[in-house]
């Protein structure tokens, strides 16, 4: 039978593996994410991008998963205030700081227990509030983050209905919904995107 101590290095070897974050440096590092800049997913980020500029003419930005940066290119310089983007994925966040600026910058944080500074304009989920633990709370926990007139921004696959039902649900029970909008692109994907406030 193997030593308890080489069992435990081995389980905790195995859950490293298996664990998300792993998995999602692997993919960054192997290229599996480039095609978030392809034209296929141009729609998506331009209707963030373009929600965020009808509201605000120079935002402060939070991006929770933020990856390698891709919305913050979207954007012109002058049309934010301050950017932070936030990535479990080291890999994600070391590429993407090949964009970093006096405004914009990025780091490594934890969705599921983020603790971040100061108050921001927009607070944007762009395809990772599903990977996140408790959807609910999460967004709860960043009230105090949103400015005065503050907005949220949210974006899903329009893939594995009945989850992503629930997280839609679950929003709708604490946020008050601005828009809702719906974006396909010819390969058959499609995604919603949820704008909301804080409830008065």
Wanted: charged letters at 20%; a positive charge; glycine letters at 8%.
């Amino acid at each position: 039978m193997p030593h308890p101590s080489l069992m435990a290095q081995f389980i905790s070897f195995v859950k490293r593996k298996t664990s998300q974050k792993y998995r999602f440096n692997q993919q960054y590092t192997a290229g599996k994410w480039d095609g978030l800049s392809d034209i296929r997913e141009l729609a998506r980020y331009s209707v963030i991008a373009g929600v965020t500029k009808h509201f605000f003419s120079s935002a402060r930005i939070l991006d929770l998963g933020c990856g390698e940066g891709v919305l913050l290119q979207k954007f012109a310089p002058t049309d934010y205030a301050a950017y932070l983007g936030v990535d479990f994925s080291e890999v994600a966040i070391q590429n993407a700081q090949t964009l970093k600026s006096e405004k914009a910058s990025f780091v490594v944080g934890n969705l599921d227990s983020l603790q971040v500074n100061g108050t921001y304009d927009v607070i944007i989920y762009n395809e990772s509030l599903y990977y996140v633990r408790n959807p609910k709370d999460a967004v709860q926990a960043l009230f105090k983050n949103l400015a005065p007139g503050g907005i949220f921004i949210i974006s899903m696959v329009d893939k594995h209905g009945k989850e992503r039902e629930s997280v839609w649900t679950e929003l709708n029970g604490i946020l008050e919904m601005i828009e809702k909008i719906k974006v396909s692109n010819a390969a058959g994907d499609s995604w919603t995107v949820q704008v909301y406030k804080k409830p008065r």
